[in-house]
């Protein structure tokens, strides 16, 4: 499966931004997929992720009650819609999956993920 990230841009603190995560060439509904973000000079931590269903949600404390992660398994894609921005949101984005075939298993490490989106950059201004 190919992952394509899109929707990044710039943004004042507080603003709003909508990430989506495409699929192609592969099935998408056994998916579990995740969110996550690096900073410079720091790691790629998963901020959300979802199972394949759409049934179970994870989010970072960090980002908890302001980000919002959904899915259509119809149209292949997973959105992140990211509210109240804060300068420290500032970070390139990725989408990750990985095959769970229809378990309800979701994924809080980067190391769990096996197919990656590049990345989409985020920068939130104060």
């Known amino acids: 499966v190919q992952l394509q990230a899109s929707g990044g841009g710039l943004v004042q603190a507080g603003g709003s931004l909508r990430l989506s995560c495409a699929a192609s060439?592969?099935?998408?509904?056994?998916?579990?997929v995740g969110w996550l973000r690096q900073a410079p000079g720091k790691e790629r931590d998963v901020v959300a992720a979802?199972?394949?269903?759409?049934?179970?949600?994870y989010y970072a404390d960090s980002v908890k009650g302001r980000f919002t992660i959904s899915r259509d398994n119809a149209k292949e894609t997973v959105d992140l819609q990211m509210n109240s921005l804060e300068p420290e949101d500032t970070a390139i984005y990725y989408c990750a999956g990985h095959y769970t075939y229809y378990s309800d298993s979701l994924y809080y490490t980067r190391d769990k993920y096996d197919y990656w989106g590049q990345g989409t950059q985020v920068t939130v201004s104060s």
């Open positions: 979802i199972n394949w269903s759409g049934t179970s949600t």
């Open positions: 060439g592969g099935t998408f509904s056994s998916l579990a």
